[in-house]
């Protein structure tokens, strides 16, 4: 499988992203896709993301403003955020397959796929 992420750019605090995960050598509903953040000088970390029997996660601190749907049409995982926030200022990135436990997270194998990330920086 191939990823691509897209979308992003410099947006003002309080209005909203949408960043795309184009799934490349499969349908989107045969990968389980997850969202990762990557904060200038952070670790990068789980977002949001669906698991391999369809069930969306959403790591806590992205819980009410984050949103990950599936465009079987445009074969793409996209994450929407609304109300931006500076701190959401990162690369964003998308791996497969995601691995999603009960407390919550998804992580990707090291033998799994990650795209190259896209820019979103926010300004307040």
């Known amino acids: 499988v191939q990823l691509e992420e897209s979308g992003g750019g410099l947006v003002q605090a309080g209005n909203s992203v949408r960043v795309s995960c184009a799934v490349g050598g499969g349908a989107v509903s045969d990968h389980p896709v997850a969202w990762f953040r990557q904060a200038p000088e952070k670790e990068r970390e789980f977002v949001a993301g669906?698991?391999?029997?369809?069930?969306?996660w959403y790591a806590n601190s992205a819980k009410g403003r984050f949103t990950v749907s599936k465009n079987n049409a445009n074969n793409t995982v996209d994450l929407q955020i609304i109300n931006l926030k500076p701190e959401d200022t990162g690369v964003y990135y998308c791996?497969?397959?995601?691995?999603?436990?009960?407390?919550?997270?998804?992580?990707?194998?090291?033998?799994?796929?990650w795209g190259r990330g896209t820019q979103v920086t926010v300004s307040s």
């Open positions: 669906f698991s391999s029997n369809g069930q969306s």
């Open positions: 791996g497969a397959p995601a691995k999603c436990s009960v407390r919550g997270e998804c992580h990707i194998p090291r033998a799994g796929t």
